[in-house]
């Protein structure tokens, strides 16, 4: 009699009734770890914001790696802690970098935000004062004596040449659409997205007198040290780059940006929307460019030059020093 070998079933590819194929689960991607940034923007939040609140947003910052978190204080607050290398990134004008440079600072302007200087001096229309030569003989009222209003307010007098001995310039903190309309100054330093904008919409009629048609001098940008410029590149280019692609999107998307916004800066209320859409729209204007980020040299030199001949500084400065290109080209 033949043995009869038991057969071994070796089932290839092929199922048994009864049988289910067990598949091997993926692995789970590894989580990606964001660099966290802390950046100085500014002393409260505010719909001027906007390209930030879009950036956090809409993932722009997250797509380069980083999870930004936005700080509100004094601008140059925030320059000093960049420029002691205990912040890497703040937002901050040329003319605070000029300062910080000045004090031995090693500060480094690396993307150009604002195309127009924001500050300029709005009158009530019925005062009659539209140009600079007509501010003379009359009161000037300005938050104080620093930062970028005191710059601007220097800069115009420079620019068009005014007799600045004849003119009453008064502290007033930040009242200056009360002072105005109150009568308590002739015309007062301010923002063109901010003071001019609540008083057209509360129905006044305003003349702005814009620093920026006068003189351009740098305003507002992305600021690193010449440290992080050094030792982490590809982080300040990462960062100009969320920051840019941010800038980009509100300018093609004001009413997207706009609700973004409003779900970062809870003083947003409905009744008060319609002005600060307003405000938004005029930050627009003064955002737009056919070069995002890029810094102009001359605007450098133009500004130095009038900073030291209004006395602000009489620092002998490498204007090459305080800012590049490098990252946003």
Sequence with gaps: MHKVIPVLLIVLGIALPGCQMVATPAPSPTPVV???????VGYVPNVQFAPFYVAQAKG?????GLEVTLEHGFEHDFVALVGQGERQFAVASGDQIILARAQKLPVVYVAKWYQRFPVA?????QSGIAT???LEGH???IPGTFGASYAGWKALVYAAGLDEKSIRLESIGFTQAEAVTQGRVDAAVVYIANEPVQLRQAGWSVNVIEVSDYLNIVSNGLVTNE???KERPDL???????FLQGLQYTLAHPDEAF???RRMVPEITDQNAPIQRAVLEASLALWRSDTPGLSDRKAWLDTLEAMRATGLTQADLDVDAMFTNQFVQ
Aim: proline content about 3%; overall charge positive; cysteine-free.
């Design 34 to 40: 964001l660099q966290s940034i802390k950046l100085g």
């Design 60 to 64: 722009f910052f997250a797509d380069q």
């Design 121 to 125: 001096v709005m009158t009530l229309a």
């Design 132 to 134: 600079p030569k007509q």
């Design 139 to 141: 009161s000037v009222g």
């Design 227 to 229: 440290a992080t410029i």
């Design 236 to 242: 300040v280019r990462r960062m100009v780059q969320g």
């Design 259 to 261: 609700a973004i916004a």
